[in-house]
């Protein structure tokens, strides 16, 4: 009975979180002539590059915020990336790290706090909180592809946040346990899918009981020739992440940048995860390159 009394507690609770938010009695998310291409060149598994800003486009706007979600979507980003975990009491927001320090100044364990207690914080730099889930994705709605990394295995509340909206075909579940995204699939059968393979050995275990994955998320290290083979059999897009050198050689226009850039490709990846969404498809285009058909 303790148990049961508990499990109706929190639902209570992010409910009344989900209340204090954008109401989701509200229309939901709509499809747009914007979706409806982002959606076709998603499902093409040998489709053209999109190009994902890392915790949304965070040059000008503290990192997974409202406003950086805007300044991804200016920076013409296809597909944001986001960071969510789940307050205390049961509602999904925005943040990467294990603390609050950072990003707001705060103290305390992200998921340990209420959403009471994380709507007092403030991102740095800014007069915003860190975001609910929900008001991230009405932001999103439409504009431009989400890529949700998963920094909590609550997943039911975010599940149930993207559903609610009527996103499930907007964005992308992504989490490095494949645990985690089987019970993803296992709440919403329709869910787009994109498991890490860190070892070059490790895709069949990376999409056990995933019978349809929409990317593989890989690194120089993994994608090995019979990697990539295997995310083209599946089939399944290519990930992979310019951040760091990359990204530093993008910002200076280095010499060697366009033989950087190659080095990405070449591993079939069409899907690249950069700071600067703008720099790196100007950069593409200026090196005559392209993803691998």
Known sequence: MIARTAIVGLLAAWAAGLAATPALAD?????????????????????????AAHRAGHLDAPENSLAAIDEAVREGADIVEIDVKVSADGVPFLMHDHTVARTTGGAGEAESLTYAQLRRLRLEDSSEPPPTLVEALRKTCGRVLVDLDLKTDRIGPVVAAVQGLGMTDQVVFFDSDGAVLRAVRELAPRAL????????????????????????????????????????ALPARIWVNSLGDVDEALAVRAPD???RLEGLLVLDANVIQTDRPRGLRRAVSDCGLAALP
Do not use: F, W, Y
Not at 37 to 49: D, N, S, T
Not at 212 to 223: F, Q, R, Y
């Open 193 to 232: 899918l994109m498991p890490r393979v860190s070892r070059p050995d490790g895709l069949a275990a990376a999409v056990e009981g995933l019978p349809a994955v929409t990317i593989i998320h890989g690194d120089p290290e993994s994608l090995t020739p019979q990697l990539r083979n295997g995310a083209r």
């Open 27 to 51: 229309p939901v998310c709509g499809q747009t002539a914007v979706m409806s291409r982002l959606q076709a060149e998603l499902a093409k598994p040998r489709g053209a590059l999109l190009i």
């Open 257 to 259: 940048l366009c033989s």
